[in-house]
């Protein structure tokens, strides 16, 4: 009898909630609705009268309680995530694509799974065995050769699939006190054991890389090399963004041009001399418009030839409402940035695929097997930088990384104190890229024989 009276003064009841102490920690019991609902909540009796009250405020007043949840499938929650980064975030186009090509295989697990499972079902395990079985196109295009996801596939695929479940989570789109199927997933947890080697250019290969280049392909290809542009910032530098007379170039975002840089951080690249004698004998008598243009591009024929930014952005603009009005509705992002596309490819731009292309053909040509990506010559900037002990902040500061700027960054409160000059940057940039001299001099063979053959 005294036993039971223990057991009795355990439990206690608050309005339409119960809680109660069983095997050690103290429990609450509700009906949510027709489901009954039982969660531990805890080892003190105090918290877990407090909570009791809450959830009987909640259950007297209709109101979801705080264990209550919405589950949904797969498709709709991850439906929710990128209409959350394009509608509150607004994260960059090219960021809601890699997000949604790294769902479309959490999506493709699911449904193999069963059509009715629900996200919160979903285990991290049997999809990781998944992926490292399944085969992917590289480029994501139908007809290129297949092969096993790499490592850093797999891995980035986790992390997008991690951050969709934090959303799930903040949403109640998960069972109370669920951890993340994916928490401690992706990141450095994955071994890279299969990454593709990045092909770094010496002094050697630099120069029969340049020598195979044709008339077109030499410009381009050397800008990349000597500046560590990325191709897209390449692409879309206007006449009005190089300074030849001073030998500077500014990478500027350009939104009204539907273009942004990937960091988002605008900065400022000195030009050696060599560059800047073929950027002049590239640009010519022009005075607005893409640096670099088609290699077929007749510029006489094009309605946008030879217009500066704004004309440009006013071209952008006239031709979204033209289509709005087409339409009968506001474009969306996506579909601004495509109009955005056909005013720079009016303009004359160079497509990045083109530059891939020649990049490729150039480097197979002299026996360059490794080298399938102009990215290399961002590679082989930096690694030229760091053979001429160039300083780290000068190196992001060129390159448009993040900048080091906390106390916990590399270099610590110095990185804070340090302001870079331009000249600074200037005269540590050109001489590390006198470090190869070769190259530079064929760069001035090329303005000679363009300069004579015109002459």
């Not at 506001?330 to 009016?346: F, N, P, S």
């Not at 530059?355 to 490729?360: A, E, G």
């Not at 930096?382 to 190196?395: E, H, S």
Request: with cysteine.
């Amino acid at each position: 009898m005294a036993a039971s009276k223990r057991r009795k003064a355990r439990r206690k009841r608050i309005g339409r909630v119960s809680c109660y102490y069983h095997h050690g920690s103290w429990w609450v019991y509700f009906r949510d609705g027709d489901r009954p609902v039982r969660r531990r909540v805890g080892d003190d009796e105090t918290q877990a009268e407090q909570l009791a009250a809450q959830l009987n405020a909640q259950v007297t007043s209709a109101a979801p309680t705080m264990f209550s949840f919405t589950p949904l499938k797969v498709p709709e929650l991850s439906g929710r995530f990128l209409d959350h980064h394009e509608q509150v975030l607004r994260s960059s186009l090219a960021t809601i694509r890699r997000y949604r090509a790294a769902l479309a295989h959490l999506e493709r697990f699911a449904l193999q799974t069963g059509s009715d499972v629900m996200a919160h079902e979903i285990q991290a395990d049997p999809f990781i065995r998944f992926l490292r079985s399944i085969e992917v196109a590289p480029n994501g295009h139908p007809h290129a050769a297949r092969r096993k996801l790499r490592d850093k596939g797999v891995r980035y695929i986790l992390v997008v699939c991690r951050s969709l479940y934090g959303f799930a989570g903040k949403k109640r789109h998960l069972p109370p006190y669920t951890e993340n199927p994916f928490g401690g997933l992706g990141g450095k947890r994955v071994r890279i054991e299969d990454a593709k080697q990045v092909f770094v250019f010496n002094a050697d290969t630099e120069l029969a890389f340049f020598n195979a280049a044709g008339t077109w392909a030499f410009p381009v290809h050397f800008a990349l090399a000597k500046t560590g542009l990325r191709p897209g910032e390449l692409i879309h530098l206007l006449i009005e963004d190089v300074d030849l007379d001073g030998g500077w170039i500014q990478i500027r975002n350009k939104p009204e041009l539907g273009w942004k840089i990937k960091t988002r951080r605008a900065r400022a690249v000195p030009l050696v001399e060599e560059l800047v004698a073929v950027v002049r004998r590239l640009i010519g008598v022009r005075t607005a418009g893409p640096v670099f243009l088609r290699e077929q591009f007749e510029p006489g024929s094009a309605a946008l030839a030879g217009l500066g930014r704004e004309a440009l952005a006013r071209a952008v603009v006239q031709r979204i409402e033209k289509a709005e009005q087409q339409r009968g509705q506001a474009l969306d992002r996506e579909g601004r940035a495509k109009i955005a596309r056909t005013v720079w490819r009016d303009a004359g731009a160079v497509k990045a695929d083109r530059i891939r292309l020649s990049f490729i053909r150039i480097a197979d040509s002299v026996g360059l097997a490794g080298a399938t990506c102009p990215k290399s010559w961002r590679h082989s900037f930096t690694t030229l930088l760091q053979d001429a002990n160039v300083d780290p902040l000068i190196r992001q500061i060129t390159l448009g990384h993040a900048p080091m700027g906390t106390a916990d960054g590399a270099l610590g409160m110095t990185s804070i104190y340090t302001h870079t000059r331009p000249q600074t940057q200037r005269q540590e940039i050109l001489r590390a890229l006198r470090l190869w001299p070769e190259s530079l001099a064929l760069a001035r063979q090329y303005t000679e024989r363009a300069n004579a053959s015109e002459g």
